[in-house]
T-cell receptor, first 113, second 114 residues
Framework: KAGVTQTPRYLIKTRGQQVTLSCSPI?????VSWYQQTPGQGLQFLFE???????NKGNFPGRFSGRQFSNSRSEMNVSTLELGDSALYLC????????????FGSGTRLTVV | AQTVTQSQPEMSVQEAETVTLSCTYD???????LFWYKQPPSRQMILVIR??????QNATENRFSVNFQKAAKSFSLKISDSQLGDAAMYFC???????????FGQGTRLTINP
């Protein structure tokens, strides 16, 4: 079956712009989590959605937001981009809370210039 | 807050040899899960092995095994018969039972020398 699909794969934006990243989970998976990966801070949890509801949020400013649609696809949005937002953004989907069910996508590489 | 520490930023091993990657964690919880993920240049995080804290027996998946020391809060990964395809970043991760997020260590870059 198809894996977790993240689009776009690469993105270059200018400071002050906003960006929307997309994640399509594995069919049947209703939980989608987002992580930010940077060389300095490593992998940090952004938020998690289940059945269109945000269940948990990491320690990120309000410029970072997300949503989940009825088909479980999720988007995350970053407004007023800063240079420090340059990172690899990873999405993971899972079957409810099954601990062995986390499947990651290949990420979106965002570069802010 | 839970933290995960990987003290080896880089490791290298000869092909076919055995290598052990270290991981320690800090938590006050009793029910949790530990994971090792592999991230090759393709960037996708791939689950290598997981361990439930309530299980005393160490998890094993083919050439990969862990040494789980709950009292010491240590969770090391042993890779036997290393292969060139094992070269990647390896991340140790923690998840509290009932929580939705994974807490990751900083990673260890593993190089396999032919």
């Amino acid at each position: 079956k198809a894996g977790v699909t993240q689009t776009p794969r690469y993105l270059i934006k200018t400071r002050g712009q906003q960006v929307t990243l997309s994640c399509s989970p594995i069919s049947g998976h209703r939980s989608v989590s987002w992580y930010q990966q940077t060389p300095g801070q490593g992998l940090q949890f952004l938020f998690e959605y289940f059945s269109e509801t945000q269940r948990n949020k990491g320690n990120f400013p309000g410029r970072f937001s997300g949503r989940q649609f009825s088909n479980s696809r999720s988007e995350m949005n970053v407004s007023t981009l800063e240079l420090g937002d340059s990172a690899l953004y990873l999405c993971a989907s899972s079957l409810m809370d099954r601990v062995d069910g986390y499947t990651f996508g290949s990420g979106t590489r965002l570069t802010v210039v | 807050a839970q933290t995960v520490t990987q003290s080896q930023p880089e490791m290298s091993v000869q092909e076919a040899e055995t290598v052990t990657l270290s991981c320690t964690y800090d938590t006050s919880e009793s029910d949790y899960y530990l994971f090792w993920y592999k991230q090759p240049p393709s960037r996708q995080m791939i689950l290598v092995i997981r361990q439930e804290a309530y299980k005393q027996q160490n998890a094993t998946e083919n050439r990969f095994s862990v040494n789980f020391q709950k009292a010491a809060k240590s969770f090391s990964l042993k890779i036997s018969d290393s292969q060139l395809g094992d070269a990647a970043m390896y991340f140790c991760a923690y998840k509290r039972q009932g929580a939705q997020k994974l807490v990751f260590g900083q990673g260890t870059r593993l190089t396999i020398n032919p």
